[in-house]
């Protein structure tokens, strides 16, 4: 399983409706360690309705500017939602969620 | 000895300023427009001073350079539609630069322009292959400072100089000229001073030369001084042309003719100067270019770049470099006039510009990236402010290219 | 991003893929193209390795250009796909810093072709411009 194959994946809950398309994966460094690190596990999806690539880091909380750029990104990713990986049912495709609605 | 650090990057800055696009764009708008247009002049050096001190200070403080961040921020599909129109723009430029610099081969020794083209490559490929970066910078920036030739010949005509400025700051489109070719000009006198590579090389150049913070302050006078002085340089060209082309009606179409008011105003000496900056201005800007055609794919694929390491340990930079000269030179070859490649270098490069302004732009704001150099709050309102310029001046120009058929 | 090794959070679209990966010397070695994961326990899924190269990279572009870059590299090396695996990070921030050095991780065949059989036939390619 490669990051480009869950990256631009489409997501659906249970009543296959659609959520969006999976624009990133949030990870957590608390995996076994390998090396010098902990491994990095998958935590979340970070879901949208537009595929139109990473946010560019606009959706922090911080407040980077500029700020034209930033209300044109946060208005396209404004549907945009964290699915946790424990919601997932089965990775598909497309991907689906255990929760309905 | 930072006093010389600082004088030395001022003078290559200016010197380095000027290329073939400037010197066509300038001699031939001049000639047509008098000084209406030099406000896009102006507004295309105080573009190229933003982005310019914004990808330095990325480069300073990150060590790397723009097409690494380009495919970062903007991901591999946009990164790499960037990189190819980037790069034939580049590629493009480059051919115009080495036709210029065969051209002024040709004023000065009456050999025909192609028969030099091969040379030029060549020398162009030995010293990209060869010299230390800083030599290759420093060298053509300064030896370009003999096109202060013009400054020379702009004074020795003894002009009113108020009715010059006025010209410059109350622009009249002369009546006879149709508004869309005033337009299409200004878009191409604005794409002339805001050429992509020049953004490319600069950075790069940064990371070649190792910059750090502490070189912010060098790298800022060099920008901030530098091109606007630079800028001068290419308003005194537009300001012979207007003083001793455009009364006659001499149209211009040929590097001789954009040289003529030296000739006319100034003895013969004047004249060598002139040459020999004709020569280096564009021998420098064809090093550059040449160089960022190898940077920009280098960068975009995570190669191994730069003259910072031995040729062997960057073989696929410098082969790309190499077959870049090889295809510009091709291009010259194919006995299309230069001075036309020129014209459309100039214009492309306005449409191609937003693509890596953008990225940077963003960048430049990261704090993860820049710390406490980001960009501050007026910085970044004049720098959204020249995105929607350059958005606009994209869009723009080939609809109007079409519209007035390349300015007829 | 939080600054602490163990509990960090990150992002694979954002913080990882498209990074430069930069090795033990500070030499560039290629870019982050694409990441393998591997499954744990309960089907967790564990980044285990970094791809590189233009088969790595080809599936990430869409359309023709992305079936023409993976072509390239099949036409360049019948090869696996060539990894780096994601042990060898020690550090990830504006670059991915990896613990090996350029030659012992070999995740870049091109380049070792164009230089024997293009560079090396140069004469000075041993002289970093001087």
Redesign the interface.
């Known amino acids: 399983m490669r990051a480009s194959d869950l990256i631009g994946r489409e997501v659906r809950t249970a009543d296959d409706e659609s959520v969006g398309v999976i624009t990133d994966l949030r990870c957590v460094q608390d995996g076994p360690v390998r090396g010098t690190q902990a491994a990095l596990r998958v935590d979340a999806l970070l879901v949208s309705r537009h595929h139109t690539g990473s946010v560019l880091g606009y959706d922090r909380e911080r407040q980077q500017g500029p700020w034209l750029i930033r209300a044109v990104v946060r208005r396209l990713h404004r549907h945009m939602q964290v699915v946790p990986w424990s919601d997932v049912d089965s990775e598909g495709p497309p991907i689906r969620l255990r929760r309905t609605g | 000895m930072k006093i010389f650090q600082v004088a030395l990057g001022i003078l290559t800055a200016i010197g380095g300023f000027v290329d073939i696009g400037d010197l066509v764009t300038n001699g031939l708008v001049g000639a047509r427009y008098g000084l209406s247009l030099a406000w896009a002049t102006v507004l295309g050096t105080v573009g190229i001073c933003l982005y310019a001190e914004m990808s330095g200070r990325v480069a300073a403080v990150t060590g790397r350079g723009t097409f690494d961040l380009v495919r970062e921020r903007l991901g591999p599909r946009a990164g790499l539609a960037n990189l190819i129109a980037s790069f034939l723009v580049t590629g493009l430029t480059l051919a115009a630069e080495i036709g210029g610099v065969a051209l002024a081969l040709e004023l000065a020794t009456s050999v025909n322009y192609l028969l030099w083209v091969p040379l030029v490559a060549f020398f162009l490929w030995l010293l990209i292959w060869r010299v230390k970066f800083s030599y290759l910078e420093n060298g053509a920036g300064l030896l370009g400072l003999a096109l202060l030739a013009f400054g020379f010949a702009l004074w020795k005509l003894h002009p009113d100089y108020g009715s010059l400025v006025h010209q410059v700051v109350a622009p009249h489109k002369p009546g006879t000229e149709r508004l869309n070719s005033y337009f299409y000009y200004a878009i191409a006198l604005f794409g002339a001073a805001m050429t992509p590579y020049e953004v490319f090389f600069f950075s790069s150049g940064g990371v070649e030369e190792k910059w750090t913070r502490k070189d912010l302050m060098v790298e800022r006078a060099n920008v901030l001084i530098g091109f606007p002085l630079g800028a001068m340089l290419s308003l005194s060209i537009a300001a012979c042309a207007t003083l001793v082309l455009k009364p006659r009606g001499i149209e211009v179409s040929t590097l001789g003719q954009i040289g003529l008011p030296v000739a006319f105003a100034a003895g013969k000496v004047a004249i060598a100067f002139l040459i020999l900056g004709f020569v280096a201005a564009t021998f420098g800007a064809a090093l550059e270019t040449g160089l960022s055609c190898g940077y920009s794919i280098a960068q975009y694929f995570g190669w191994q770049w730069g003259k910072f390491v031995k040729p062997r340990e960057a073989s696929r930079f410098h082969l790309v470099v190499l077959l870049s000269l090889i295809g510009a030179a091709g291009l010259v070859l194919t006995t299309i006039d230069p001075v036309k490649i020129t014209e459309y270098s100039v214009v492309f490069s306005a449409v191609a510009l937003p693509l890596t302004y953008f990225p940077i732009l963003v960048i430049s704001n990261d704090p993860d990236y820049m710390g406490d150099k980001k960009n501050g709050r007026v910085m970044n309102f004049g720098a959204t402010v020249f995105l929607v310029i350059i958005v606009v001046a994209s869009v723009a120009a080939i609809p109007l290219m079409i519209w007035t058929r390349a300015g007829q | ?1 939080s600054e602490s ?10 913080h ?6 930069v090795d033990r010397d500070g ?5 982050v ?5 591997e ?2 326990a309960d089907g ?4 285990a390795k970094i ?1 590189v190269g233009s088969r790595a ?1 080809g ?4 359309g023709r ?1 992305g079936v023409w870059m993976r072509s390239i590299g099949e036409r360049l090396s019948t090869d696996a796909i060539p990894t780096i ?6 550090d990830i921030g ?2 991915v810093k990896v ?1 090996a050095t ?1 030659d012992d991780l070999d995740a ?1 065949p ?2 070792g072709w ?2 024997d059989h ?3 036939r ?1 004469p ?7």
């Open positions: 991003m090794a163990r509990g960090r959070v990150l992002d694979v679209n954002l990882l893929l498209d990074r430069q990966i030499e560039f070695v290629a870019k193209d694409d990441l393998e994961f499954r744990g967790t899924l564990y980044i791809m990279l599936p990430r572009l869409r250009l695996d994601f042990a060898l990070v020690t504006s670059e613990s350029r870049a091109l380049e164009v230089r293009v560079i090396s140069i000075g390619s041993r002289h970093a411009g001087e």
